[in-house]
Structures are given as structure tokens and as C-alpha cells.
């Protein structure tokens, strides 16, 4: 790495004409935006007396069940993205419009390399469109170290974010990664963008390149034995890394860093981006493995079918999910 970038790779002219594009539905916004595509939620749902999907949320925060809901009202934030998200909204459904017959694909045992690309770029989706992608956001422009930082930090995050994933082709594994990246930047300043409209950008270019990155590795389906079944968070696809001695796991761990990234698909199919394509069977001990990582994942809520038996497991493992987090974060 050199030891000085140039504001103009900064402000690219690739960043600069995308901003000016989406500048004209700046206000056209989408107020409940689902961080968790509904298409995914329905395959863990089950049928209320009318016939329509249903779930149950697990509050994993406070320890609680919530009332039966369906899938448009689990797991969305209002004004996630708050600048230009009606196009914003368009770009994901490229992706999850294809979802439900691609999970049917996989289901039946089919995996040609259209279905195997939307998989992937789903899982891309959900890695990029989270609650902790908004937190890393938040956290570079909040927790900085003196006021130099502090300026380089807000005016410049969203840019320094892109910066640093074309460097190194991951994202990085917390705020601090960017603050050391920051140091380097101090010897201009440009008009502070607290609208949302960086966020905006970085969203979409994290998006591509998180793409890019998943679609260089294979993809690994399995399912579940007899008797047991998947649940499915407000965080659904997660990163692991293992230790030298495959004795414990990190989640959330930067892309480049992780050794598997997983995503559920239903409540019998796990997608997993690993080192060569196979389809497989996951033992038991596997399932209720994935269903605790995708606990301590979760930003707060798990979601499972009201026929489901999850709901002790859940309330067994939700007490030591907050301790974990803090054990295994970076």
C-alpha cells in the first residue's frame, strides 16, 4: 500500500457521475425498506386460517415471542437507505424477483449457472443490505479519535469505504480499519454529505463488488437431516472464520477473511459460498450450529414458522447470544 492516495481516487469519476445521476430522485424514497428479501421470509413461514404465510418473531434482545406476523411486516428499518431509495429498491429487485424460482431450482436438485448467480448475489444482497453495514457507517462517523479524524472521517467516509474495498477487496473488519486509512487523507477537505447520498452510492458500488467477490468461489448447497430445520434472522447471511484448530468460530468477519459465508435458503436448505461445489447433508449437530451463529448474528429478531419447535431452542441459546457477540467480535 502506498503511503499516499490522492483525493482524486477519492472522488473518482465514476463516483462523482453516479451521485449527479441519482440526484434527480433524490426524495423519491421508500419509506419500509426490508432488509431481509420476503421471498426468502415466506420459505420459513407457515399458513395462518386464511392461507397466507405467517411467522413467528423471536425477539432475541429482550428474550420474547411477538404476535404472528407475515412476511411484510418482519424485518425491515424505515428509511434504511435515506437518499434516492425507490432506485436503490429497483437495483435489489433485480436480484430478488429471481429468488423464488431459483430457490425452487436448488429445492428439486437443479443448479445451472443462472440459478447458482442468483443465490450468490442474494447472499451478496444480504451481507451489504444490513443493519451492520449501517452500524459500520455510523460508527466511522461518530467514533473518531481527534478532530483531524473527525473531519477526514465524516466528510469522506462513504468515499473512504470505497477506497478501501478497492485496496483490498473486502470489507473491512471495523471502524478502525478506516480510521487508519483516514490518517492518510488529511491535507484536504470537500463539502460535508450528511443526506444520505454517499451512503447511497457506497451501498450500491459495495453491493457490486461484494458480488464479484462471491462469484469468484464456489457455491455449496445442504440440507437438513430428518426432525431438524433451519431458522432465519434479520441477518441471514453471515460470515465464519475459523480457528487454526477448527475449535471455535468468528462470525462477521470481513468477507476476504472468512473461510464460509452461509445463508439459509428454507427451513431445509442451507446455501454456503466455499472452496468447491458440492450438495450435501447437514447433520444435526450442524443445524443447531448454523441456527445458533444465525442468533448471534441476528441485529435483533429470528424468525420461524408457528409449527415450528425452535422456539426452546431459541430461548435456550438467546441468553448467551449477547456475551458470544462480544467474545467473537473484531
Not at 448475489?121 to 451481507?127: E, G, P, S, V, Y
Not at 460535508?192 to 458500488?205: A, F, T, W, Y
Not at 460470515?239 to 472468512?258: L, N, P
Amino acid at each position: 500500500m502506498s503511503p499516499w492516495t490522492s483525493p482524486r481516487e477519492v472522488f473518482s469519476q465514476e463516483y462523482e457521475a453516479r451521485l449527479q445521476a441519482l440526484r434527480p430522485g433524490a426524495t423519491e424514497l421508500i419509506k419500509k425498506q426490508h432488509i431481509v428479501s420476503q421471498a426468502l421470509l415466506r420459505r420459513f413461514a407457515g399458513q395462518d386460517s386464511n392461507g397466507g404465510a405467517v411467522l413467528v418473531p423471536f425477539d432475541v434482545e429482550h428474550g420474547r415471542e411477538l404476535k404472528q406476523t407475515g412476511p411484510a411486516g418482519c424485518a425491515w428499518i424505515p428509511h434504511f437507505v435515506p437518499y434516492a431509495s425507490k432506485s436503490v429498491e429497483e437495483l435489489w429487485q433485480t436480484v430478488e424477483n429471481k429468488l423464488g424460482a431459483a430457490i425452487d431450482m436448488v429445492e428439486r436438485g437443479r443448479l445451472d449457472l443462472n440459478t447458482t448467480r442468483t443465490i450468490k448475489d442474494t447472499m451478496a444482497l444480504h451481507l451489504v443490505r444490513s443493519d451492520r453495514y449501517r452500524r459500520i457507517h455510523n460508527d466511522g462517523t461518530t467514533r473518531v479519535p481527534d478532530q483531524v479524524r473527525n473531519r477526514v472521517l465524516i466528510r469522506y467516509y462513504d468515499q473512504l469505504l470505497g477506497v478501501y474495498i478497492r485496496r483490498n477487496h473486502r470489507l473491512p473488519d471495523s471502524p478502525r480499519d478506516l480510521i487508519r486509512l483516514a490518517d492518510e487523507l488529511v491535507s484536504e477537505q470537500a463539502s460535508s454529505r450528511l443526506d444520505g447520498s454517499d451512503m447511497r452510492v457506497m451501498i450500491e458500488q459495495t453491493f457490486e463488488s461484494a458480488k464479484q467477490m462471491l462469484n469468484s468461489h464456489a457455491l455449496e448447497v445442504w440440507s437438513t437431516p430428518p426432525g431438524s430445520e433451519l431458522l432465519i434472522s434479520d441477518a441471514p447471511a453471515f460470515t465464519m472464520q475459523y480457528s487454526a484448530d477448527r475449535r471455535t468460530t468468528r462470525i462477521g468477519v470481513a468477507i476476504g477473511d472468512a473461510h464460509a459465508i452461509v445463508m439459509p435458503l428454507s427451513r431445509t436448505t442451507l446455501a454456503c459460498i466455499g472452496r468447491k461445489k458440492k450438495r450435501d447433508v447437514l447433520t444435526a449437530e450442524r443445524v443447531a450450529f448454523i441456527n445458533e451463529k444465525l442468533i448471534q448474528n441476528a441485529t435483533r429478531f429470528v424468525y420461524y414458522s408457528p409449527d415450528s419447535q425452535l422456539k426452546s431452542f431459541v430461548s435456550l441459546v438467546q441468553p448467551t447470544r449477547r456475551s458470544a457477540n462480544q467474545a467473537g467480535s473484531p
